[in-house]
């Protein structure tokens, strides 16, 4: 049973950067693509980025494409979302999701963290 805990949220200014990481137990990274989802009140979550078990494909949604990167550290069980030029659009809940497959097949993941909020404001 994999364990998902995120860190990292808070509040920032438009054009700032977070650093949201997935602190990953309970299996190893090799064997699951990770993804990166987010959820603002009365919207349904929203998958934005997705690594597989390797770690050398990596994939981001249009609307942070450019602006986020996902990675992941094998030593250290941990995945990353670095967000760069952030927009108030960007607020929401940011969820870490673990899919029972290595690669990232779209369907919504199996194992998921608790969250973290993320504000964009001035």
């Known amino acids: 049973q994999l364990q998902l805990v995120e860190s990292g949220g808070g509040l920032v200014q438009p054009g700032g950067s977070l650093r949201l990481s997935c602190s990953v137990s309970g299996g190893t990274l090799d064997y699951y693509a990770i993804n990166w989802f987010r959820q603002v009140p009365g919207k349904e979550r929203e998958g934005i980025s997705c690594?597989?078990?390797?770690?050398?494909?990596?994939v981001h949604a249009a609307p942070v494409k450019g602006r986020f990167t996902i990675s992941r550290d094998r030593t250290k069980n941990m995945v990353y979302l670095e967000m760069n030029n952030l927009k108030p659009e960007d607020t929401a809940v940011y969820y870490c999701?673990?899919?029972?497959?290595?690669?990232?097949?779209?369907?919504?993941?199996?194992?998921w963290g608790q969250g973290t909020q993320v504000t964009v404001s001035s």
């Open positions: 999701g673990a899919e029972s497959l290595p690669y990232c097949s779209g369907y919504p993941p199996t194992y």
């Open positions: 690594t597989t078990g390797s770690g050398i494909t990596t």
